[in-house]
């Protein structure tokens, strides 16, 4: 599981983040997902002519959050 080469790209863009309305550096390490670092809200990346970030989870959305499985 470990033995293998993990391959990580991060990506740190200026903008302002549409949940706190500050400007920001949103961080990505996952492609077209970002985090506001001032809120910490996630952000996600749409490309319409132009670059805009919103949010990725809707109002009323459950997020679930797992930790790292143990291993024995």
Do not use: W
Request: aromatic letters at 6%; glycine letters at 8%; one cysteine or more.
């Amino acid at each position: 599981m470990f033995g293998k080469k993990i391959n990580i790209t991060t990506e740190i863009v200026n903008g302002v983040c549409p949940v706190c309305q500050q400007d920001s550096l949103l961080v990505s390490i996952v492609k077209n997902a970002f985090r506001c670092t001032m809120c910490g809200y996630d952000l996600e990346q749409r490309v319409n002519g132009k670059i805009s970030y919103i949010p990725a989870l809707q109002k009323g959305d459950k997020v679930e959050f797992h930790g790292p499985e143990k291993i024995q």
